[in-house]
Structure formats: structure tokens, C-alpha cells
């Protein structure tokens, strides 16, 4: 376990295997989706599913060997302690009128973002998902005269933060911050902002990859995600931007699901019916139906009543707390990390009512709804490969009473006094609702390059049946066995 700590490669270099950027500078220069495009469609129209399905098995499953986790997040932490030095400074300069800066200072540019793709949503399990595209634009408009901006960068970072640090306080040992991906936007040329000019509008994509664990805020461990922009004017200073950008998961709903428990020596047999995926708001159906319940002899029954019945969603949640580099000596070396574990409930209901028993057929079955509780703050179940799983399940308590009763007269039951407590349990899948349900990939309309130039050649590829008008083939039939 501990050597997946450091594991969690969020897909940061998953384009370099292209070819069309081996040869300029991959960190430099990264594909637009425009080049995503064009790279899954240069390819012959009859081996574009092929095509497109290596071209994101890249993107879902980064190499194992294009894992720099351990470079970048220290990277980036440096870079986040400078950004909050940077910030406290600003904010004492801001502070006091006795601050010989407070008056003059004002930021060169002012940031904004628009985005124009809609929420980030995965569809489908980490492994398939085809991922999400990302598009807005970055606003940059000059506040006090020309101003010439040596770089704007765009980072979007993934941070990982456990409750449980090995080191009680330990902010690096709390947090990791990865860069998932980096728009350069003007790739070391400075550009000038003029004044007379105002806003100005820096567009930016990327084809989100559909692998890297959703937005995630459970009780130890989080996955946050966020656009990061730091521009530097040619004089030294600095603004920053940050925007959240939380990405959710939905699975596709399947066939219900039915699932049957027994529970020995007795001859009960317990059927449950769940919905394959199930939301975080908003309740679903859970069918019972028990059988078994009835033991006849000669001229006597017993029989098994239900009395209650109680459900309840249990959270479970693991996460990996890694250390930094300061505290690596604690557990042994770098790398290295502690896992932590909660439970909870986060949903149950206790019901008495509402069985349809019938003891000729030894039977007894229900249909009760089941609903997380929302101000739990239910998590989607989630497995990053920092660590951090949450799953759910379904705990159901059945108890039943044991009742006596005369053949002639099952109506006349006289209770035994025994009674058991049947439980069990039944994983549920938490996941988003699908919403419109549309992947990127499945809504894009053809382009011009699948379309054959002529009518396809149907009668090369199938079969065809004309009339026969040979010789007279009645002897020759008649040979043709087999
Ligand atoms: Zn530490």
C-alpha cells in the first residue's frame, strides 16, 4: 500500500507518448484539443474506433513510468509556500495606513475567467470514462496603464488533504498539491496589455481525462481540483487567480440487481432487489422477499414472523495519509504512509409495517424506500490511487419472532418466545445522477474526414446470390454429398 502513496499520477503526462509532440517541447507545448481532434481522426475513417480507443487508453492509464508525483508535488508546494508568502505580504502591505506601500500599490491586471463548457462530469467508471472537455477563457485587463506581462500561466491542480496527518499540524503532510496540466499562454514571449485597449480574452481547452478520481470531501480525505493562474509582469509582480472546478462521476444505471442470503440451519432464504447505482439525494426502492418462513408437520406449524425491520447506509471510507519529506523518518523512509479508516451511517430507517406475510406459501415480502440522509453529506463512491476509497452498503436487520400454531387453525398462532436477529448487507454503488447523460465523445457529430468519398462497396464485402444458368446440374447434385 504505501508504495501507491505517491502513485496517484493524475494523468500529467499522459500526451507524451504522441508522436506529433515528440519532437517539440511536450512540457512546453501542450495539445490543444483541437490536436486531440485532428489526432484521432488523421488516421484511416475504418480505424477510427480502434484509434480512438488507444489513443485514450493513454489518456485513462498513464504509463506507470510517466509518474513524477513525488518532483511535482514538491514543486508545487514550493511554489504554493512562495504564492502564500507572496499573499501574507500583500495582505500586511494592504493592512496598516503605516505601510509605506499600502497607497501605491495596484495590481497590474485584473483576472477573471468565463467558463464556457458546461460542470465537469465523467461518465462511467474510471477505467472507460472518456473524460471531460474543459473550455473558457481567461479576462486580463490592465488597471493602471500598459503593462507588459512576462508570463500567464493556467496550472490545473489537484490537492489531496487528509484529516489525519502523520504529523499533527504538518501543513505538507496534510495536503499535496499535483499539477495535472499547465497552459503557457504565451510560451516565454512577453505581450503587452494596453490600457486603451482593456480586456482581453486568453481562450484555453483541455480534454480533462477521465480516470482521475472525482471531487471528493469525505470525513479523512479530500481531492479537490482547481484552475490556478499566475501572471508576472515584466516588473516583478505577480497576481493570482483561482477558480474551483469540481468534477463529479456518474455511472451508468445497468439491470437492477437481485442478490439472495441465506441464513442457516434455518431454511429462511432472504431476496433483495436494489437499483444498480443509487444518488447521494433522493430515495430508491429496495424489494424484499423471504421464504422458508413456514415449518409444517402432521398437525402443527411454526412459522417465522417478521417484527422489524431496519435499514441502514453505511459509509466506509480508508485513506492513505502519506508524510512529507520532513516527517518521512516517522514512519521509515519516504513514500511511506498510514492508513486511516471511518464508518458511518449515513442513512436509516427502523420499520414495523408494511409486510405482506402469508404463511400457506411460507413467504413474507415488502417493498420500502431507503434514502441517504443529506445533511450526512453523503459521499460518491470514489477509489483514487492516492489512497482514498469510499464505499458504501446497505445493512439490513430483520427480527423475526418464532409462533406455534394448530393446522386446523393458523390463525390461532401462540408465540414461542424465540426470536432471531437475521442481518446482512448489500454493497450499494453511489454515484451522481447522470444529468443530460452525454459523454463528450458520444455527442460529437461526424466529421468531414468519416465520411467515405464514395457510396461504400457493398458488393466486394457482401455476399450476393444471382440465377444459375449452367449446364444442367442434376447428376452433379446428386454427388454433392458431404
Ligand atoms: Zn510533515
Known amino acids: 500500500m ?3 502513496i505517491l502513485g496517484i499520477d493524475f494523468g500529467r503526462r499522459s500526451w507524451h507518448p504522441n508522436s506529433h509532440h515528440k519532437d517539440s517541447n511536450a512540457n512546453d507545448n501542450p495539445p490543444s484539443f483541437e490536436d486531440i481532434l485532428k489526432q ?3 488516421s484511416s475513417p475504418h480505424a477510427v474506433d480502434d484509434v480512438r480507443r488507444a489513443s485514450m487508453d493513454h489518456l485513462k492509464r498513464p504509463a506507470l513510468a510517466a509518474i513524477s508525483k513525488t518532483k511535482g508535488s514538491s514543486k508545487s508546494r514550493d511554489r504554493k509556500g512562495q504564492s502564500n508568502d507572496r499573499s501574507t505580504s500583500h495582505a500586511s502591505s494592504h493592512g496598516g495606513a503605516s505601510s509605506p506601500r499600502s497607497s501605491s500599490f495596484i495590481k497590474p491586471v485584473k483576472l477573471e475567467m468565463i467558463m464556457e463548457s458546461p460542470p465537469v462530469m465523467f461518465y462511467d467508471a474510471p477505467a472507460v470514462s472518456s473524460g471531460a472537455l474543459l473550455s473558457g477563457r481567461l479576462k486580463v485587463t490592465p488597471l493602471a496603464g500598459d503593462v507588459v506581462m512576462e508570463s500567464i500561466i493556467m496550472f490545473l491542480e489537484a490537492t489531496v488533504t487528509t484529516k489525519k496527518p502523520v504529523q499533527d499540524r504538518c501543513r505538507e503532510c496534510a495536503s499535496q498539491v499535483n499539477d495535472l496540466y499547465e497552459w503557457d499562454f504565451f510560451r516565454n514571449n512577453a505581450k503587452t496589455f494596453k490600457l486603451s485597449e482593456g480586456e482581453q480574452e486568453l481562450p484555453f481547452s483541455h480534454l480533462i481525462p ?5 471531487t471528493t470531501h469525505g470525513q479523512i480525505g479530500s481531492i479537490d481540483y482547481s484552475l490556478h493562474v499566475r501572471a508576472k509582469s515584466r516588473d516583478g509582480q505577480e497576481t493570482e487567480f483561482r477558480r474551483d472546478l469540481p468534477i463529479r462521476r456518474a455511472l451508468r444505471p445497468g439491470n437492477d440487481k437481485n442478490s439472495v442470503r441465506v441464513f442457516p440451519p434455518t431454511n429462511l432464504t432472504l431476496n433483495v432487489t436494489l437499483p444498480p447505482v443509487v444518488h447521494p439525494i433522493g430515495g430508491f426502492p429496495v424489494q424484499c422477499r423471504m421464504t422458508g418462513i413456514t415449518t409444517k408437520r402432521e398437525d402443527t406449524q411454526t412459522r417465522w414472523r417478521l417484527r422489524k425491520l431496519t435499514w441502514r447506509i453505511e459509509e466506509h471510507e480508508t485513506m492513505v495519509s502519506p508524510t512529507c519529506a520532513k516527517h518521512a523518518a516517522k514512519l521509515g523512509g519516504e513514500g511511506k504512509g498510514i492508513q486511516t479508516e471511518s464508518r458511518r451511517d449515513v442513512g436509516t430507517q427502523e420499520l414495523r409495517q408494511g409486510f405482506k406475510t402469508d404463511f400457506d406459501d411460507g413467504q413474507v415480502e ?4 431507503a434514502w441517504c440522509d443529506v445533511a450526512a453529506k453523503p459521499q460518491c463512491d470514489v477509489e483514487s490511487p492516492n489512497g482514498l476509497k469510499i464505499s458504501h452498503a446497505l445493512i ?3 427480527v423475526i419472532a418464532e409462533e406455534w400454531a394448530p393446522n386446523k387453525k393458523p390463525q390461532q398462532a401462540t408465540p414461542t418466545g424465540a426470536a432471531r436477529v437475521l442481518r446482512t448487507q448489500f454493497n450499494l454503488t453511489l ?3 447522470l444529468g443530460m447523460g452525454i459523454a463528450w465523445d458520444d455527442e460529437m457529430p461526424p466529421m468531414y474526414e468519416d465520411v467515405p468519398a464514395s457510396p461504400p462497396h457493398y458488393i ?6 444471382e440465377e444459375y444458368n449452367g449446364d444442367d446440374l442434376n447428376e452433379d447434385v446428386e454427388q454433392m454429398h458431404i
Open 40 to 42: 484521432r481522426k488523421s
Open 431 to 433: 454515484t451522481d445522477r
Open 210 to 214: 477521465g480516470h482521475l478520481p472525482a
Open 366 to 369: 415488502g417493498e420500502f424506500e
Open 396 to 398: 439490513m436487520e430483520l
Open 460 to 465: 466486394q464485402m457482401a455476399t450476393r446470390m
Open 2 to 4: 504505501p508504495s501507491k
